[in-house]
């Protein structure tokens, strides 16, 4: 059965079975990868992958059931199991499937992979990290093409299908000499073409140095409030706790730090974020939401100011605020003045954070963890690397002491990303 085909027969179904309004999506991917062991490429295979997730609503009660198969027969199961967990669950007004659209299919990327330009740019990988970092030992190394190709279809007539085919490598390893080995530390990055070395996308090459160079650390002294730089590989985690607060679960409890808060100064005025899925910079798009509308890009925060909210349809239907454009994590923070060493050099005492190691913020935004292959700032100089170091802030605080954005980003095919300066952390060694 063709795929749109069964994407209507199941939405049928479920409308046949008791369903007021129904939906379903699909997800083919077929995945292309080369992985790395001791230092060697030393396989290639393929893998394929379906997913299949039906939502009914009834009565107002909705049912989600997911599968990977496209047999008839588990289908048909599917159908079954998804109306009989609609009508048992409780029900909620603020419970709907997206209005309709105009029918839309998107194309982005290479809809073909390159086989002999994968092999040759990860074995003209391995040849550069042996000579210039021979201490590296990688954990995981896979260099891969995934093609993807969803569809969204509901009962109020939704018809989107996105078509995407993208490069992407991910990396974790740690380096060893002798008796000393350094923190683990990973990266990725996505591309639409293998145009460069591998090493020269994402901040691949930068962190394999680190890696190298972190074999040799030494305390933090003593505890202070001091500023941290977080770099742009570091800084992803901490957009994805603002994330947070802005999404449907902590406004839809009361208890995000951002409740009360839109169209209000939460940031210093250097500070703007964007979400932006289907920007020309960004290689790794994203076309449709999880809620079934077009993805739109979309500015969160501009100049300090919260513009909105990162909500789903029924988290809109539930707080009364608008849905958000998109609530995908392709972030690009506009870049600021000064250079990334020029930042380096006003901190007086301090520390790089490259890898940060905590739970997610409290209910007020409280945050602690450890700073891992990290440095040791001093009078306007790196000092050295650090062995583990304690930090704690207030996410909140934190956004309204930025002193410094970089000039220079970092261009992970996903988000782009600078350096940025805070003031007024609490830095604690051992």
């Not at 062991?37 to 009660?61: H, M, P, Q, W, Y």
């Not at 208890?255 to 932006?276: C, G, M, P, V």
């Not at 909500?311 to 690009?332: I, P």
């Not at 261009?411 to 609490?426: A, K, N, Y």
């Amino acid at each position: 059965m063709k795929t749109k085909k069964m994407i209507k027969y199941c939405i049928d179904s479920m409308l046949e079975s008791g369903a007021d309004k129904a939906q379903c999506y699909i997800n083919k991917k077929k995945r292309h990868e080369l992985n790395v062991e001791s230092g060697e490429i030393n396989l290639f295979r393929t893998n394929f992958d379906t997913t299949v997730k039906l939502t009914a609503i009834v009565d107002d009660k909705k049912g989600i059931y997911s599968i990977n198969k496209e047999d008839s027969d588990s289908i048909a199961k599917a159908v079954e199991e998804v109306i009989a967990i609609a009508t048992t669950s409780k029900p909620d007004k603020a419970n709907d499937i997206s209005p309709e659209q105009p029918p839309q299919v998107f194309q982005s990327g290479s809809t073909n992979m390159d086989a002999n330009i994968m092999y040759d740019r990860l074995e003209e990988f391995l040849e550069y990290a042996k000579a210039k970092y021979p201490d590296t030992i990688y954990e995981q190394l896979i260099l891969a093409y995934d093609k993807n190709n969803k569809y969204f279809m509901n009962s109020n007539g939704v018809d989107l299908q996105s078509n995407k085919g993208i490069y992407g490598m991910t990396a974790m390893f740690t380096s060893k000499k002798g008796k000393k080995t350094s923190s683990f530390n990973y990266t990725g990055f996505r591309t639409q073409e293998l145009e460069k070395p591998l090493q020269d996308y994402g901040y691949l090459d930068e962190l394999l140095q680190q890696s190298s160079e972190q074999l040799h650390l030494k305390s933090f002294p003593g505890k202070i409030k001091g500023d941290i730089i977080i770099t742009p590989h570091c800084l992803t985690e901490f957009i994805s706790y603002i994330g947070h607060y802005l999404g449907d679960y902590y406004l839809i409890t009361g208890n995000s730090i951002y409740k009360d808060s839109l169209n209000e100064q939460i940031a210093d005025s250097q500070f703007t974020l964007h979400s932006r899925p289907r920007a020309d910079e960004i290689d790794d798009k994203k076309f449709i939401t999880g809620d079934g509308f077009v993805a739109q890009n979309n500015t969160v925060i501009k100049n300090g100011v919260l513009r909105s909210f990162l909500l789903s349809l029924y988290g809109a239907n539930k707080t009364g605020h608008d849905r958000a454009l998109n609530r995908s994590s392709r972030w690009v923070i506009e870049p600021g003045e000064k250079s990334y060493e020029d930042m380096i050099e006003e901190v007086e005492n301090g520390i790089l954070l490259c890898r940060f190691s905590g739970g997610r913020p409290n209910d007020n935004g409280d945050f602690s963890g450890v700073a891992k292959n990290s440095y040791y700032i001093k009078d306007g100089e790196i000092q050295y690397p650090l062995t583990e170091t304690m930090i704690a802030g207030n996410l909140a605080e934190l956004l309204k002491n930025i002193v410094n954005i970089s000039r220079d980003g970092i261009d992970f095919g996903s988000s782009i990303l600078p350096w940025i300066q805070f003031s007024d952390v609490v830095i604690s060694g051992k």
